[in-house]
């Protein structure tokens, strides 16, 4: 009995030995499998992020950005602003195949080759690759405003309110005037909106924050009569205390300084005040959504005053000074579509 178990621990020491070597490699082939996927995440990330920053450019605006050397090839601003935020984010502009299968859509295709093995090279791996692929589509004029805060402002805009090629960044817009223009004749009407249902009860409220309730293109509301000299007085003079100081916001064309969440960017409904010529509160349509910038330095109690914009956030990828807003200004975000 004591021969036959001596014998036994050389067997077990050598079931130790396979069962070691296996757990080593497979270990090994764990590390190097999450190698190859850290690696592909980060492509596809960056694939997304490229996709979308070069489709925000199909719309016509130019790409102002420092284009990096390895992309200067790309035949435009969609695709040359992709591949530069691509390179600047890791991916040899080599490993990169951008195209634009619509006049909509940019799509960003990621091909890394030669990565390296770590264990698998015990196993006579060598190198291996990853593939990401990314299709983004363009930006739009939105048709919904879904908790954006809009001001209780009609801004005249002839039904269809379709082409805005004519308000370029920069360009004054004021609000207040009993009568909006010369052919418009509404009495006692001074553009205020009731975009609530309550008339004037929450005007003040809704000057000072924007209302909560959501709005779509299509959609009828109403005129708000009056002049509201008091509550107009003290819910701009709320809103007004919260914005930065920007000299001359609304000269020298599309402002490009103006930080996240300033209170002084606004959206407005454009809305045809022709549409109808009877006085006091009248039915009108959201025929689009306009981006404006208040300018507290010109406005009062009776007349407020501000520019159309189009970017929303200094430094952004998709602004471009003295550029044509669509859509009045506001953009729906791109999103991705692959």
Wanted: proline residues 7%; glycine residues 12%; hydrophobic residues 35%.
């Amino acid at each position: 009995m004591k021969k036959s178990f001596r014998s036994s621990g050389g067997q077990i020491a050598v079931l130790y030995a396979g069962i070691i070597a296996t757990l080593i490699g497979a270990i090994a082939l764990g590390t190097d499998v999450a190698v190859m996927y850290v690696n592909w995440q980060h492509a596809q990330k960056v694939a997304d992020a490229a996709a979308i920053a070069g489709s925000n450019f199909l719309t016509g605006i130019a790409f102002s950005g420092t284009v990096d050397s390895s992309c200067t090839g790309q035949p435009d601003s969609a695709s040359k602003a992709a591949c530069t935020y691509a390179v600047g984010n890791g991916l040899a502009a080599s490993t990169l195949t951008i195209s634009e299968p619509t006049s909509s859509i940019v799509k960003v295709v990621a091909q890394e080759t030669g990565l390296p093995y770590y264990f698998g090279k015990v196993v006579g791996l060598s190198t291996y690759a990853v593939s990401a692929t990314a299709a983004a589509q363009a930006s739009g004029p939105p048709t919904t405003c879904n908790d954006c805060k809009m001001l209780p402002l009609g801004l005249q805009c002839d039904a269809p309110c379709k082409d805005a090629s004519g308000l370029v960044a920069g360009e004054p817009v004021s609000f207040g005037n009993k009568f909006v223009s010369s052919t418009i004749n509404l009495p006692g009407n001074w553009q205020w909106m009731d975009t609530d249902g309550s008339g004037g009860a929450t005007l003040d409220a809704n000057l000072t924050s924007g209302s909560p309730s959501s709005f779509t293109v299509g959609q009828t509301i109403y005129t708000d009569p009056g002049v509201k000299t008091g509550p107009v007085r003290h819910a701009l003079s709320s809103r007004f205390s919260g914005c930065p100081t920007i000299a001359d916001p609304c000269s020298g064309g599309n402002p490009n300084n103006i930080p996240a969440g300033d209170p002084c960017l606004v959206i407005v409904p454009a809305v045809d005040f022709s549409a109808t010529k009877k006085g006091g509160t009248t039915s009108v349509t959201i025929e689009a959504f306009a981006e404006v910038y208040l300018d507290p330095a010109t406005t009062d109690a009776t007349h407020i005053n501000g520019c159309f914009v189009t970017a929303v956030v200094g430094n952004t990828i998709t602004g471009s000074a003295g550029s044509t807003p669509r859509a009045l200004g506001p953009t729906a975000p791109p999103r991705l579509t692959e």
